[in-house]
């Protein structure tokens, strides 16, 4: 065996019901409490009322900032941290998918630190113990950020897509509670289930991982091939919900431990340069040419993915069943809505080029058990372009 390191610093509190945990948790770190939201919509509008009042009854103040954007902008932590400051606040509450609990976790940062957040990222200097703790409440299954010590964002002016990169934004408590997931539209569950397939997967291909880590991807694979056709076609089933939750729990932990390949420097680039694209259509976009390029790389691990999502190949030697996951993988594609390419976005085909040069900017792509050539990586994006 490989040795091993494995660090999680957030409680995990996970289960139906515990979202009335949330007013005691925020309490035990501070009094005054900005909650960080996208803004109101009827789905969610008991929700905002109730977890405000818990928190209130919990003796905290709580102030509601409501700007948080998908693909979250430099621009709208700046306006959270204003608040945050505004508010005095001394924790932050992250209340919604990827977006907001990104957002909570940068805005923790540029409350408490010179400049913006964009100064913390992953390459520059890290942020300090001056930033608020966070508290994070996932409503959909897919992102991990809950879990994770990753916060995401876009500088606008420049079409960039990086991240904060540090231990000292992992949430200090993650609730997750499934019932808080049972209104998720499809076509969104789809694609937040996509990107927690897709942290499994990833973190298991990754040159980091461990035993830990393998049995954690495994696992959180299976569910996500079990479940997720199940929540897209009926959303209001609480089994399967609960158990896209614990795979997407499960997906980020892998990923705080190992880290992600190719695909999430390439999604990273394509949401940077187009915010309409959610981070599970951008994954979806470059899987296929991304299984293809890869698969021969890395065949019992392809081949163990496959095995999961299509149970025929179990008495397939491990090179045949790495060669048919590309196909396997399309067809899960296909059956869960996710057949997509950049052309479905109105993504001009012009900047095919400028794309596949944003996805080597990252360093993901080098964690890929094949490491891509420029030529080789403009290949891949010009094949994820217009899918028939």
């Known amino acids: ?32 409490c900005l909650l960080v939201t996208v803004p109101e919509f009827p789905a969610f509008r008991r929700l905002y009322k109730n977890v405000k009042a818990i928190l209130q009854k919990a003796g905290v103040a709580v102030a509601h900032f409501d700007g948080v954007v998908p693909n979250p902008t430099t621009e709208s932590i700046t306006a959270g941290a204003k608040a945050a400051r505004a508010h005095r606040a001394d924790v932050v509450l992250g209340l919604g998918g990827g977006s907001s609990m990104d957002s909570a976790k940068a805005i923790a940062v540029e409350a408490t630190h010179k400049g913006t957040a964009w100064d913390y990222l992953f390459y520059k200097k890290p942020p300090t113990r001056k930033t608020l703790p966070i508290i994070a409440v996932s409503t959909t299954s897919g992102t ?76 959180a694979i299976r569910l996500v091939a079990e479940n997720l056709p ?33 695909p999430h420097g390439v999604g990273m680039a394509i949401s940077g340069m187009y915010p309409k694209v959610m981070h599970g259509e951008a994954l979806a976009i470059i899987y296929p040419s991304f299984m293809r390029f890869t698969y021969a790389s890395a065949p019992e691990r392809f081949a163990a993915m496959a095995r999961v999502l299509d149970p025929a190949l179990k008495r397939a030697g491990d090179a045949a069943a790495a060669r048919k996951s590309c196909d396997v993988m399309d067809r899960f594609l296909k059956k869960i809505g996710m057949w997509l390419g950049l052309s479905d976005f109105g993504a001009p085909e012009s900047e095919v080029a400028v794309l596949a040069k944003a996805g080597m900017v990252l360093p993901d792509y080098k964690n890929n058990p094949r490491l891509a050539t420029a030529e080789e990586m403009l290949e891949m994006i010009g094949q994820s372009y217009r899918r028939t």
């Open 1 to 32: 065996m490989k040795n091993l390191n494995y660090f999680q610093p957030t409680e995990i509190r996970f289960g139906a019901g515990r979202i009335q945990e949330v007013g005691e948790v925020a309490a035990r770190y501070g009094k005054r």
């Open 144 to 219: 991990g950020s809950q879990v994770t010590q990753v916060s995401v964002m876009t500088h606008t002016a420049t079409r960039d897509k990086s991240a904060i990169y540090n231990s000292i934004v992992y949430p200090k408590v993650a609730i997750v509670d499934p019932e808080l997931m049972l209104s998720v539209p499809p076509h969104i569950t789809a694609s937040t289930g996509f990107d927690a397939f897709c942290h499994g997967f990833e973190a298991y291909i990754h040159p980091a991982n461990s035993a830990m880590v393998d049995m954690m991807a495994l696992q």
């Open 230 to 262: 199940v929540v897209i076609a009926d959303g209001s089933n609480l089994e399967a919900r609960s158990a896209m939750a614990w795979a997407d729990t499960l997906a980020g932990l892998c990923i705080a431990n190992a880290g992600v390949t190719l």
